[in-house]
Each structure stands twice: as C-alpha cells, then as structure tokens.
C-alpha cells in the first residue's frame, strides 16, 4: 500500500501515561495531535460556514460515507472536484466508511440506543439475531434510505468506492459496530465479519488515499485484543477504534488501553465518536491521536454553551439581562463581541445566528481545551 499521501510522526511521549504529542501530514496539511475532529455529516459543520470552523481552530473534519452517498451521491461529489471543492475545506479531511449507520440505524434505531449506556441492560442480542430495519450478511448490509425508502447495499467493496469518490485524505474500512446489547456470541460474530471486510476494504481499495482498519469488539477484553492484533498485522496507514465501551465511561480507560497496547506506536490511531469534555483527557492518556464527536455542535443546537465554569443552558431567563459573554476566559470572537443577553434573546426569537454563535464558541472552546492538553504533555504534566 502506498503511505505516502500521510505521515504521521510521534514528537513526544509522557512519561505519566500512554499520552502522546504529534504530527500527522496529508495532502490538505498537517494536523497537531492529539485533536478534535468536528463532524460534518453532509459536507457541512451544521450552522456554520467552512471558513467560520476554520476560524474555530478546527484542524480535520469528518463527513458521513452514508449519507452522502444517499444525497447528494458520491458521483455528484466527484463531478464538483471531490469533498474538499464541494464544501470549500481547505484543511484535512475523514470520511467513515458508513459501518456506524449498521447500528444506529439497526439496532441503535430499534432500542434507543447509544454506544455507552448507563442504565442496566436488560435486552440481550443473540447470535444471527437481526434488527428490523436493515439485513446484515457476510457480504455487507441492506438499508432503506431513510429519506425515500428505496434499497441500498453497503458492503467492503461499495465503501471504498463511494469514498473513493468523495476524495477525502483519510478514509475507513467497512465494519460492523455492534450494539451494548451485544451477547459476547454476537459480538464475536460481529468481530469476525469486521475483519474479513478489512481485507476486501485492502483489496479493493485503488486510489492513494491513506485507510485506516478499524478494531471491534465491545466490552470484551479478549475480543478487542484479537481485534487490535489483527488490525495491527494488516496493511493499514492507521488506525480507527469503534463500538462501544460498556455500561459505565469509567472502564473506557482501561478498554482504550487494551488496545492501543496492541497497535504499532508509529501509526495515528483515531477513536470513533467518543468526545465528551470529561472523555477527552482519558482518552488522550490510553493514546488516542485523534477523535470525532458530535457534542459540541449538537449540544448548541439545542441551547447548551460549554464554558470554563461549566454547562450554560441558554434557554434560560437567568441570562436574559446579563452582558456578560458566554465565557469571561474564552477568546473566540463570539465572547468578544455579544452578550448572554443577546444569544439569549436569539434563541427564544428562534433566530437561526443563535444557534451559529453557540456552535462557534463551543468549537472554539473545545479545540482550546484540547490545545491545553497537547501544552500539558509537551510540559510533562499529563
């Protein structure tokens, strides 16, 4: 394989723990890590323009295989000059290989549920069990697009060609990412059809774009370690971990450590949508170099500002007189500019900038903490 089109150089290790400074070069220019990935599902960080989250401090993006696929078609996308000309992104760019819609469109949709669940598990999936929207096999799964209701097969071979189209530097083996509900027979089975679509995703793949595989297995310490190890013998330029992480975030650590135990330490290893504020230094302490989460954009669409002295709910009357900024300490030019007040007086307007200057600041404040980070290992203090 040709690993030419990134570089990846680790410029320093802790001492502390597993964490770890980096460069990671590509065809759009160079990411510090570790870093935040914003998501951008449909070609679009929602509510704001490429050059406003360039603005933030955002370093790489990641678009969604799936939905593109669906509309605009990756065929539209190539015939405009790829995703970095559609969308006018000047910076590196991920997309993931459309595997994660196998549960939130399966049985994520059909339990409510997400990848770390706090509650009990009562439900147990079983081995061949299918959920009811969509047909897993061994050659790949059948959907219904969820906005015209016609059949769409998605298998190792289709992934890679839809992301061929769509040009991005980084892109993703097809997987299967099994639900917490998983039986341990399940998620083997999940496992073993992951890895055997790791090779086709090798095999097919043409273009010089860099692939990372992506290790599986849940909650079980043996699955994720055979996972790693299998990853890790193939051919890949780096390195995805995804599904889920158990019951409690507190053992999210010591899976992390499972696996980044496993993989080549040369490589970029990069955790699937994981990346609450509390998430973000444990997972940078196991070793992960890059992660993607929707939380910052998704929590301001619906009200919420992170802050430096906590969670705002800016729905909240309590901020309608005050002139404040979000965040005394923030230096995003959100802080600089308007007031409590005035975002307060947005949303309940329901005036669509509210929800911009929220996503904004809360990009802006989430790629700072995530640099304040990067200072402390580059200090020797993480």
């Known amino acids: 394989m040709d690993s030419s089109m990134i570089n990846f150089k680790v410029i320093k290790k802790s001492k502390l723990s597993r964490a770890r400074l980096g460069i990671l070069q590509t065809p759009h220019g160079v ?12 070609a679009v960080v929602k509510t704001l323009t490429s050059d406003q989250v360039v603005a933030t401090g955002s370093q ?4 969604n295989t799936y939905h593109l696929a669906i509309r605009p078609g ?3 996308v190539k015939k405009q000059g790829g995703l970095h000309k559609f969308m006018h992104w000047p910076k590196p760019l991920m997309t993931d290989s459309g595997g994660f819609q196998v549960f939130s469109l399966g049985f994520g949709r059909e339990l409510g549920t997400n990848k770390v669940i706090t509650n009990q ?16 096999s061994d050659d790949g799964v059948e959907f219904r697009s969820h906005v015209d209701g016609r059949k ?17 530097d980084i892109i993703y083996a097809f997987d299967e990412c099994p639900p917490p509900q998983a039986s341990r027979t399940y998620t083997q089975e999940a496992v073993g059809r992951t890895h055997r679509w790791a090779k086709v995703c090798l095999q097919t793949k043409r273009s010089n774009q860099a692939l990372y595989g992506i290790v599986q297995g849940g909650r079980f310490r043996d699955l994720r370690i055979l996972s790693a190890r299998f990853m890790a013998g193939l051919d890949f330029n780096g390195y995805g971990v995804g599904g889920e992480f158990g019951q409690h975030k507190i053992n999210m650590s010591r899976m992390l450590n499972w696996v980044t135990d496993e993989l080549p330490p040369a490589k970029p290893r990069h955790l699937l949508g994981i990346g609450h504020l509390s998430d973000i230094p444990l997972l940078i302490k196991a070793g992960i170099d890059t992660f993607d989460c929707i939380v910052p954009t998704h929590y301001a669409r619906h009200g919420t500002a992170f802050t430096s002295q906590g969670q705002l709910d800016m729905y909240k009357q309590i901020h309608k007189n005050i002139r404040q900024p ?4 923030c230096s995003c030019p959100v802080c600089s500019q308007y007031s409590r007040s005035y975002i307060y007086h947005l949303l ?3 005036e669509l900038t509210g929800l911009s200057l929220l996503t904004f600041h809360n990009l802006y404040f989430f790629n700072a903490t995530v640099a304040g980070w990067r200072k402390l290992i580059k200090q020797g203090k993480l």
Not at 31 to 42: F, G, K, Y
Not at 128 to 134: C, T
Not at 154 to 163: D, F, T, V
């Open 152 to 168: 769409l097969f998605l298998g190792p071979r289709q992934s890679i060609r839809l992301q061929e189209q769509l040009g991005a």
């Open 60 to 63: 790489l993006l990641i678009a």
């Open 121 to 136: 598990v009562k439900t147990r999936i079983k081995s061949g069990q299918q959920p009811k929207n969509l047909v897993i």
């Open 348 to 350: 309940k307007s329901h």
């Open 326 to 329: 979000l965040d005394t300490k």
């Open 74 to 76: 990756a065929s539209t």
């Open 31 to 42: 990411v510090q890590t570790p870093a935040l990935v914003p998501v951008a599902t449909q």
